[in-house]
């Protein structure tokens, strides 16, 4: 069993930055593979990033390629998600998901456990 807690969410302005983290519990942190998903209001939930479980392999969706970051500190348990350039459309709350895998991709049913999350919002 793994459990996840996001923090770092809050209000920013457009083009301003915000630094996400997901503690896990657990001593086997590095067994999983971590992305992060969002959701808007009256939206589907949506894939932002992920990572292997070593770190060396990450993949973005396209809409936040180039502006967000994702990486891991294994030692702490934890991941982060780094996301500079922010624009009005990135608003939602932003969970974090482990999987089994050694890496996993966009597809929801890939990961076993979520966190509860974190609200976002970028004002313009």
């Known amino acids: 069993q793994v459990q996840l807690v996001e923090s770092g969410g809050g209000l920013v302005q457009a083009g301003g930055s915000l630094r996400l983290s997901c503690a896990a519990s657990g001593r086997t942190f590095d067994n999983y593979a971590m992305a992060w998903f969002r959701q808007a209001p009256g939206k589907e939930r949506e894939f932002v990033a992920a990572?292997?479980?070593?770190?060396?392999?990450?993949y973005y969706d396209a809409s936040v390629k180039g502006r967000f970051t994702i990486f891991r500190d294994n030692a702490k348990n934890t991941v982060y998600l780094q996301m500079n350039s922010l624009k009005p459309e990135d608003t939602a709350v932003y969970h974090c998901a482990a999987s089994r895998l050694s890496m996993a991709y966009r597809a929801p049913t890939q990961y076993d456990y979520w966190g509860q999350g974190t609200q976002v919002t970028v004002s313009s």
């Open positions: 990572i292997s479980r070593g770190g060396g392999t990450t």
